[in-house]
């Protein structure tokens, strides 16, 4: 299993980015991809989350309205549209996927958002 994120980067409050994770070495259209964010607290905390087909999704309360988890199983890649950013949002954000009962991770994309 390999996640791969990308789209991070330095951003001024009220702005957006897009992050993609590539997935590979499972079934990506038949699990539930996640995205988690870890800033300066220790624990990671679950930003969104999307079901296989899309039937599901949910959010941590902080970004609803303002971030959308979507995925393409054609390309096998899960994303996180990002907007109205705040300095809080600050951290670094990896994809995840639960496969034969394991967290898998990707290595992280790192958001900063500072004027």
């Known amino acids: 299993v390999q996640l791969v994120e990308s789209g991070g980067g330095l951003v001024q409050p009220g702005g957006s980015l897009r992050l993609s994770c590539a997935a590979s070495?499972?079934?990506?259209?038949?699990?539930?991809m996640s995205w988690y964010r870890q800033g300066p607290r220790p624990e990671r905390e679950l930003v969104a989350f999307?079901?296989?087909?899309?039937?599901?999704?949910n959010y941590t309360d902080s970004v609803k309205g303002r971030f959308t988890i979507s995925r393409d199983n054609a390309k096998n890649t899960v994303y996180l549209q990002m907007s109205s950013l705040k300095a809080e949002d600050t951290a670094v954000y990896y994809c995840?996927?639960?496969?034969?009962?394991?967290?898998?991770w990707g290595q992280g994309t790192q958001v900063t958002v500072s004027p």
């Open positions: 999307i079901t296989s087909f899309g039937g599901h999704i």
């Open positions: 995840n996927v639960r496969y034969m009962g394991r967290d898998y």
């Open positions: 070495g499972f079934t990506f259209g038949t699990y539930r």
